[in-house]
């Protein structure tokens, strides 16, 4: 057998390392965050032993399945953050532009009295 499990000590230390500089909110929060990648891995482990034993088929997760699942984690992040800023600044130009057409709708009011 090729492929050694890794000891979920030494999969948080690999998550604390790769996500440790990421914003993920509060320090409960990023902890949180960091604790569930090891635990996921080896969640999948385990189904995958489960898997071998009841379809006699193989599921291979390795070491580089792990960075794999930290960079997806990661890039998937940047992608959600770049879709939420441009909602947030598409709404706050919708807001702008109806505060300013309230203030131009008040002064024709104004000027027709």
Do not use: C
């Not at 230390?13 to 914003?23: A, I, P, Y």
């Not at 604790?35 to 482990?45: I, L």
Request: glycine share 6%.
């Amino acid at each position: 057998d090729w492929f050694q499990p890794w000891p979920e000590d030494a999969l948080l230390s690999v998550s604390k390392r790769f996500l440790g500089e990421l914003d993920l909110g509060t320090p409960e929060q990023k902890e949180a965050v960091i604790g569930f990648m090891p635990y996921s891995f080896v969640a999948v482990n385990e189904a995958s032993r489960l898997y071998i034993e009841q379809e006699r088929r193989y599921n291979w997760t390795t070491p580089k399945s792990f960075l794999e699942l930290i960079s997806l984690f990661k890039s998937m992040l940047a992608k959600r953050r770049e879709e939420t800023n441009a909602s947030i600044q598409r709404l706050s130009n919708g807001v702008t532009k109806l505060e300013s057409t309230a203030g131009e709708v008040g002064q024709l009011e104004e000027e027709l009295k």
